[in-house]
C-alpha cells in the first residue's frame, strides 16, 4: 500500500532483534529462574527493593529460603498441572518482620522454570463466583451482539469500564498485515476510529509474541530496564526466552512509540482467529496504571471469548451473500455434468462465472486453449502469469488484490486486472481458471505519515523507527483492487472440489465400463483355454509323425529333408510351449485364489534355493537387506511370482558380479523406510498414484543385469514379446511377464518396473493384502 508497507520484507529493523530475550524486566515485579529443584539460578536486580534481598545473597540458594514449606508444594504441584489453570499463585514472603504478599506467576522456559511476583496491592480473594460475575454479563452481550462491528464496540466499552483506561480500541489486521482501529472508546479529545497503520508498526517478530502471550501490560512506559543477574541462562549459556513472561521489558523502541503517542500505561490483548493474529483489544493511559493480576485474566478471557466468536460472526453477516454463491454452484454443477468437456460446460455460464467472485474478467484454460471473459489481459499476457502463479498457487489457489506488487509486469494491464483470483483444477491437464479485479483508487486515512518510520542509513540501509506524529494523514493508494472475500476465496475452492466431483461420477461411469470389459476378457479368456487346450491334440500328431518320418524314412530322404524334418520338430516344440504358456496363463484368469497366511521371507529362500539347484554352475549374490513379511495370499501363484521375477533378473545379466537384492519398502509414504520407486534406476515407468488402501508393502526385486531401454517400457508385460533373439539368455517364450502381471492384478495388486540399460532394473508390485499380525 505504501513504500513503508511494501519494502518491510526489505528492511534491517528492531523486528529481527531477539525481542522476546531482552535479558531485561519491568520493574513492577521480581523474577527468578529455577532449576527443577528450585534452586535459584537468575534474578532481577530489583530483589532488595521488592523482596528486601539482595540478588547475590539469592543465588545458588533454594526458594525454600525464601518461601515456607506449603508454597513450595504449591509451585511443585505446578509443576505437574496446566499452569494456565493455576496461576496466579497466592503468595507471600517475609521482609523485615512483615509479610510482603505476591500474585505468583509460574511457567517454564526451555528446561528452566521462572517465577514472577507481583506486589499485591489489593489483598481481597477473588473467587471464582466474582470472576464469574464480573465477566458474565460482557460474555453474554459478546455473543448477543447481531454485527462484528458492534461485538468490537461492545468489548472496547466493556474492558475501559472494567479497567479505566482512557481509550481502548479494537483494532484489526487486513491482508496486507496493515490494520485500522474498527471500535473504539475513549474519553480523549481525538478520536482514532477508522485510522490506518502500517504493518511496520507491529513486525513479524512482535507479532510472533503476540500470539504466545495473549496479554501484555506497560504499567508505566517511562520506567527503567531491570537487568537480570546473571545476564544469560548459567545452564545454557543463552539469554532466556521470555516469551511467556508478564514482566518481559518490551522494546525501546516500542516505548518511545508509546512516548510519541502520549501513552505512558498500555495493556494489549491479542485476538486469535484460526491460530493466526487477527486483531489486538488496545488500552492507552495518559499517565501511569497498574492492572492487577486478576483483572487483566477477566480481560484475556474476555479476549479469548471474542476470539471464539470472530467465526461466528463473520459467517452471520456473509449467509446471505454465500446463499447466493451456492446458488450459482449449483448451476455449475448441472452444466458441468452435461457437458463432455470441461471447457464446453464453462462456456455455458460465463456471467455466472464472473458473478461466482464478483469479477469484471476470467480466463478458463484447458491444455493450449484459453477463453477470456469479460475485460482481461491479453492472451500473451495471461500465457506469462500464469507461468509465474504456478509456483505461487497454495493448496491449488492463489489471490492478489495487488498483483504489480509482487510481478511487476502486471503493471502493463493493472487498469483491468490490478487484482486476480486463480484457480488450479488439474495441473497435468493445464486447467485453469483465472478471475480479474480493476484497480480502484482509494483514500486511506492514516494515523500518522506511515513512510515516517523508514530512515535510511548511511550505507543505504533501510530501518524501521517509531514515527513522530500520529496526526491524520491521506494517502491516494492505487495499484490495488477491492480485497477478495474470504467467502469468495471459499466458494472457488468448493468449485474445484464440485469439479473434482464431476470427474469422479464420470471415473464411475468409466469404471461401469470397465466392468463390461472385463467380463469380455473373461469370456476371451475362456476361449483362450479352449483353443489352446484344443490346438494341443493335432499338434501332438504331427509332431509325432515327424518323428515317424525320419525313424521309417531317413535312409530314403536326403540331408536336406531330414533337416526339415528336424526343424519341423523343433517348430512344433516351440508351438507346444507356446500353447502351454497361453493355457496357463488363460487357467490363472480362472482359477480361484486360495489365501492362506504365507510367510514370504521362507518362500523367497525355498525359491531361490530351487533356482540354485537349477542353475548349478550360475554364480549370483543373493541379497535380502531385512526379512520379507507374512500375508494373505495364494501361495502357489505368489510362489511362480518370485519364481519368474528373480529367474528373469538372474538370466539377464551379462555382469561378472551378479546380484539380485529382494525386498519391501512400507507402502506408506510417509511409513519409516518408505522411498520413491523412482529411487534407484531414473524414473519409473509406471508408479502407482496411490497405492492400494489394503496394501502394506512394495515388494521389490533389483539387479545390476542388462536393463530395459526406455522405448520398450510399454512392451515388456505383453504376452510373448521378447526383446531379444529367440536364443539369446537361455531362450523363453516370454510369457513370464505376463504371467506375473496376472498373479499379482488378481490379488489387487499392481506391478511397475523401473530400469536404466546396462545397469539394472527393479521390479515393484503390491499384493493388497494386509500383513499377518
Known amino acids: 500500500m505504501t513504500d513503508a508497507t511494501a519494502n518491510s520484507t526489505h528492511l534491517t529493523h528492531y523486528d529481527q532483534a531477539a525481542i522476546h530475550a531482552p535479558g531485561q524486566i519491568q520493574p513492577h515485579g521480581v523474577l527468578l529462574v529455577l532449576q527443577p529443584n528450585l534452586e535459584i539460578i537468575q534474578v532481577s536486580r530489583n530483589t532488595q527493593e521488592i523482596i528486601g534481598r539482595q540478588p547475590e545473597e539469592l543465588l545458588g540458594q533454594p526458594l525454600s529460603n525464601l518461601l515456607s514449606a506449603k508454597q513450595i508444594q504449591l509451585i511443585q504441584q505446578c509443576l505437574v498441572g496446566n499452569f494456565a489453570s493455576i496461576n496466579p499463585l497466592d503468595l507471600a514472603i517475609k521482609c523485615q518482620n512483615r509479610s510482603v504478599y505476591f500474585d505468583g506467576i509460574v511457567h517454564r522456559s526451555d528446561s528452566a522454570i521462572i517465577l514472577e511476583l507481583e506486589p ?13 460475575h464480573q465477566v458474565k454479563g460482557t460474555i453474554t452481550h459478546i455473543q448477543q451482539a447481531a454485527t462484528l462491528v458492534e461485538m468490537c464496540q461492545l468489548v472496547a466499552k466493556e474492558i475501559r469500564r472494567i479497567t479505566g483506561f482512557n481509550r481502548v480500541m479494537v483494532y484489526r489486521f487486513d491482508q496486507e498485515e496493515s490494520g485500522s482501529v474498527i471500535a473504539e472508546d475513549t474519553d480523549q479529545e481525538t478520536p482514532y476510529l477508522g485510522l490506518h497503520y502500517p504493518a511496520s508498526d507491529i513486525p513479524p517478530a512482535a507479532r510472533h509474541l503476540y500470539t504466545r502471550n495473549w496479554l501484555r501490560l506497560v504499567p508505566d512506559a517511562s520506567y527503567q530496564p531491570v537487568p537480570l543477574i546473571p545476564a544469560h541462562n548459567p545452564v545454557t549459556h543463552q539469554p532466556l526466552d521470555l516469551s511467556l513472561s508478564v514482566l518481559r521489558s518490551v522494546s525501546p523502541c516500542h516505548l518511545e512509540y508509546l512516548h510519541n ?14 491460530q493466526k493474529l487477527w486483531g489486538l483489544i488496545a488500552c492507552h493511559h495518559t499517565s501511569a496504571k497498574y492492572v492487577p493480576y486478576r483483572i487483566r485474566t477477566a480481560c484475556e478471557f474476555i479476549g479469548q471469548v471474542m476470539s471464539v466468536e470472530l467465526a461466528n460472526k463473520a459467517v452471520t453477516e456473509d449467509l446471505d451473500y454465500k446463499h447466493r454463491l451456492k446458488s450459482l454452484q449449483t448451476q455449475f454443477v448441472g452444466a458441468l455434468s452435461q457437458a463432455e468437456h470441461l471447457l464446453d460446460g464453462m462456456m455455458q455460464l460465463q456471467t455466472q462465472l464472473l458473478e461466482l467472485v464478483n469479477a469484471t474478467g476470467a480466463v478458463i484454460c484447458s491444455g493450449k486453449r484459453y477463453v477470456r471473459v469479460g475485460q482481461t489481459p491479453s492472451e500473451e499476457e495471461i500465457q ?18 495487488s498483483l504489480s506488487r509482487d510481478y511487476p509486469a502486471a503493471q502493463a494491464f493493472q487498469a483491468v486486472a490490478s487484482g486476480v483470483l486463480a484457480l488450479e483444477i488439474s495441473r497435468v491437464h493445464h486447467n ?12 486511506v486515512n492514516w494515523g500518522g505519515n506511515p513512510n515516517e518510520s523508514v530512515t535510511v542509513g ?24 477491492l480485497p477478495w472475500e474470504a467467502a469468495e476465496i471459499e466458494a472457488v475452492a468448493e468449485l474445484r472440489s464440485l469439479i473434482v466431483g464431476i470427474v469422479l461420477r464420470q471415473a464411475d461411469e468409466l469404471a461401469s465400463m470397465n466392468f463390461e470389459l472385463q467380463r469380455s476378457n473373461e469370456e476371451l479368456d475362456s476361449f483362450a483355454y479352449i483353443a489352446s487346450h484344443d490346438l494341443k491334440e493335432p499338434l501332438r500328431g504331427i509332431h509325432n509323425y515327424a518323428h515317424f518320418l525320419m525313424e521309417d524314412y531317413g535312409e530314403a530322404l536326403t540331408e536336406d529333408g531330414v533337416a526339415k524334418l528336424q526343424t519341423l520338430v523343433k517348430l512344433t516344440q516351440r508351438m507346444e510351449n507356446l500353447i502351454n504358456s497361453l493355457l496357463h496363463f488363460s487357467r490363472l484368469g480362472r ?6 497366511t504365507v510367510n514370504l521371507d521362507e518362500l523367497v529362500h525355498q525359491v531361490i534355493a530351487t533356482l540354485m539347484i537349477a542353475r548349478p554352475q550360475t554364480e549370483v549374490e543373493i541379497r535380502i537387506p531385512r ?26 545379466n551379462d555382469k561378472s558380479e551378479k546380484w539380485v537384492e529382494i525386498g519391501c519398502l512400507e507402502a506408506h509414504p510417509s511409513a519409516p523406510g518408505f522411498s520413491s520407486p523412482s529411487s534407484s534406476f531414473g524414473e519409473a515407468h509406471e508408479p502407482p498414484s496411490s497405492p492400494s488402501l489394503l496394501s502394506s508393502y512394495i515388494f521389490y526385486i533389483r539387479d545390476n543385469g542388462i536393463g ?17 533373439e529367440r536364443d539369446e539368455f537361455g531362450g523363453g517364450t516370454g510369457a513370464g511377464l505376463t504371467i506375473a502381471r496376472k498373479i499379482v492384478e488378481r490379488h489387487g495388486g499392481r506391478i511397475w518396473v523401473d530400469s536404466t540399460p546396462n545397469q539394472g532394473s527393479t521390479f515393484y508390485f503390491t499384493l493388497a493384502a494386509e500383513a499377518d499380525t
Not at 502469469?385 to 489457489?397: G, R, V
Open 708 to 724: 530395459i531401454a526406455p522405448e520398450h517400457l510399454d512392451q515388456i508385460f505383453q504376452i510373448f514379446r521378447r526383446l531379444h
Open 261 to 274: 503517542m502520549g501513552v505512558t500505561a498500555s495493556m494489549s490483548i491479542s485476538l486469535i482467529q484460526d
Open 432 to 443: 485453469y481458471i483465472l478471475w480479474f479485479r480493476p484497480e480502484v483508487i482509494q483514500t
Open 458 to 481: 548511511t550505507n543505504g540501509s533501510r530501518h524501521l523507527s517509531p514515527r513522530q506524529s500520529f496526526d491524520l494523514w491521506q494517502e491516494t493508494v492505487r495499484g490495488c483492487s
Open 384 to 401: 506469462a502469469l500464469l507461468d509465474w502463479i504456478k509456483p505461487h498457487l497454495q493448496q491449488n489457489l492463489f489471490a492478489s488484490r
Open 627 to 652: 526379512p520379507l513379511p507374512s500375508i494373505q495370499c495364494d501361495r502357489a501363484q505368489v510362489n511362480e511370482l518370485f519364481t519368474n521375477l528373480i529367474s528373469n533378473a538372474i538370466k539377464y
Open 120 to 132: 499485591k496491592r489489593d489483598r481481597s480473594k477473588v473467587n471464582f463466583f466474582d470472576f464469574y
Open 591 to 596: 482359477a480361484e485364489l486360495i489365501r492362506q
